[in-house]
Structures are given as structure tokens and as C-alpha cells.
């Protein structure tokens, strides 16, 4: 007689989650709550400030405006308030620069009255917390 085979397993597969906003763009929108929108986009601008090497020990704070659509994509950005530093200004200048490629998470629904187009701004402190 043969070997009864075992029975196939079923692979208990987790759902991702995705943490911080390195795949923002990639999250379901139906999952966030317009509430938590802008703190998710303040947490991926922070997060996408990097400090140039030659500005290790360099502190301030900037303010970076952002001017983006309900897609995510950054139309137009401004420095709002310089860190007094220049290296670091131009860092978080980059910021807005890369995210018009990289966008934000798309806009839930409910979120700012359903404006096509969203004006903020965002701090960017060094040398960053991760």
C-alpha cells in the first residue's frame, strides 16, 4: 500500500502593513481616516529629510510649503521659514523636489472639504529622529 501523503498545510499569510510612509503611496486610502491624513504626510516629509554628510551636527528647523493634489503629487513647493542653514535648506528643498515624483499617499475621502488641490506646511527638524 502507499504512503498516504500529508495533508497540505494552508500558509497563514499576515496582510502587510505598511510602516511609515516609505510605501505611502501604496496604501490603502479607504484605511486612512482623514483625521490621521496629515499627520501620515508630516511623518513621510520627516521622514524623507535626509542630512547631507557635511551637515552632520548642523541644527534647525524648516518649514517646507507644499502645494499637492488629492493624487498625492506635489505641484509646487517653498521654503516657508529657512533653518539658517543652507545645506539644510536645500535638504528640505529636496524634499519637496523628489516628492513630486514620489508622491504623498492619495487624499481619503472627506479629507479638506474635497478641495482638487491642497495647500501645507510641513516642519523639517535636524538633525532628524528616526
Known amino acids: 500500500a502507499k504512503p498516504t501523503p500529508p495533508p497540505k498545510q494552508q500558509l497563514k499569510v499576515k496582510p502587510s502593513k505598511p510602516v511609515g510612509s516609505k510605501n505611502g503611496n501604496r496604501i490603502d486610502v479607504g484605511k ?19 542630512v547631507p554628510a557635511e551637515a552632520a551636527g548642523l541644527k534647525g528647523t524648516a518649514i517646507l ?3 499637492f493634489n488629492r493624487k498625492g503629487y ?10 539658517g542653514q ?7 528643498m529636496n524634499i519637496g523636489k523628489r516628492l513630486m515624483s514620489e508622491p ?15 495647500t501645507y506646511d ?5 538633525p532628524t529622529v528616526q
Do not use: C
Request: glycine share 4%.
Open 65 to 67: 510649503r507644499l502645494k
Open 104 to 118: 504623498f499617499p492619495t487624499a481619503p475621502d472627506g479629507f479638506d472639504k474635497g478641495d482638487k488641490t491642497l
Open 32 to 50: 486612512i481616516a482623514p483625521e490621521d491624513y496629515l499627520e501620515l504626510l508630516q511623518y513621510t516629509v520627516q521622514e524623507m529629510s535626509d
Open 86 to 92: 543652507p545645506i539644510l535648506d536645500d535638504a528640505a
Open 74 to 83: 506635489v505641484l509646487n513647493y517653498a521654503l516657508k521659514q529657512s533653518t
Open 122 to 126: 510641513f516642519f523639517v527638524k535636524y
